[in-house]
């Protein structure tokens, strides 16, 4: 038989949901590690997808149907990837910052976070900075989360931090960046507070937060 995380893998890049969706079930019900499959199944996928359109071999639609076969799968995977929480532990809020619309891998930060016991404010995407500063006055949250996935939109979390600094909300919160093109120099130039590579980390660092 061949390596489940792989077929799983191939029916996304191919933006087959119904069978990523039953490659998924499948491989869960032989034991499967959850995790594995979002890490080593999907996100490689997508990590695929990417190359393919860089290189000329995939163009928007298929980059767009691969993510919605990712999208669907990714609800089959949630209640095992997140348990239920027990105690309320702070809150957040996230958004995709001005100009950029992808929201995966927000979603799955969401998800994971909501799964460890925090309220999670979720302002969307193409999220200007003054939305951000807004609702860190209405909702004070212990942290603000951005997302961004192109070169160009990760300059409009640097102006999200000078508009919070700007509306004396800047010590109020911690702020925590992220999407593929992101990096820990890159946040500490823009003066975020951090930088995770994936959901679990953002996780593991706002826990680190809370307890401190
Ligand atoms: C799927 C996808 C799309 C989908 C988005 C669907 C959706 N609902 O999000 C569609 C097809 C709509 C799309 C559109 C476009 N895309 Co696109 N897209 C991708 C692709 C293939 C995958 C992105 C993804 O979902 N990855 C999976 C998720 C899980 O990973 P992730 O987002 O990085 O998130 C993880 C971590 O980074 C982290 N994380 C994420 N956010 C946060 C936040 C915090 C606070 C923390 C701590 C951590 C964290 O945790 C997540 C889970 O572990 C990437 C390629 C790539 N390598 O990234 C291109 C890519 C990002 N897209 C690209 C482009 C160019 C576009 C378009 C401009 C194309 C066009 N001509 O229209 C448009 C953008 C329109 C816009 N203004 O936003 C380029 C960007 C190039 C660049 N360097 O700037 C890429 C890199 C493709 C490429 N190789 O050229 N895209």
């Known amino acids: 038989m061949s390596d489940p995380i792989a077929t799983i ?7 087959k949901k119904n069978e990523a969706v039953a490659a998924t079930r499948e491989a869960l019900a032989a034991g499967v590690d959850p995790g594995a499959i979002m890490k080593d199944g999907l996100i490689a996928a997508m990590s695929i997808v990417g190359q393919k359109y860089s290189s000329g071999e995939f163009f928007l639609p298929q980059m767009m149907i691969a993510a919605r076969a990712m999208t669907e799968v990714i609800p089959v995977l949630k209640p095992l990837l997140v348990g239920a929480a027990a105690e309320a532990k702070g809150k957040a809020v996230i958004g995709t910052v001005q100009g950029d619309f992808h929201d995966i891998g927000k979603n799955i930060v ?3 976070l909501e799964g460890a016991g925090y309220v999670v404010v979720d302002l969307g995407v193409d999220v200007p900075a003054d939305r951000f500063v807004d609702a860190v006055k209405r909702e004070s949250p212990q942290f603000v989360l951005m997302s961004a996935l ?3 939109t990760m300059e409009s979390m640097r102006r999200t931090i000078q508009a919070l600094d700007a509306a004396g909300l800047r010590t109020a919160v911690k702020v925590g960046v992220g999407g593929a093109p992101l990096t820990h120099k890159y946040a500490a130039e823009i003066g975020a507070d951090f930088y995770s590579e994936d959901a679990y980390g953002c996780v593991q ?3 680190q937060y809370i307890a401190a």
Request: hydrophobic share 50%; charged share 25%; with cysteine.
């Open 205 to 207: 660092v706002c826990n």
């Open 110 to 112: 969401k998800m994971m």
């Open 9 to 15: 893998k191939e029916w996304v890049i191919k933006g």
């Open 150 to 152: 192109i070169t160009l």
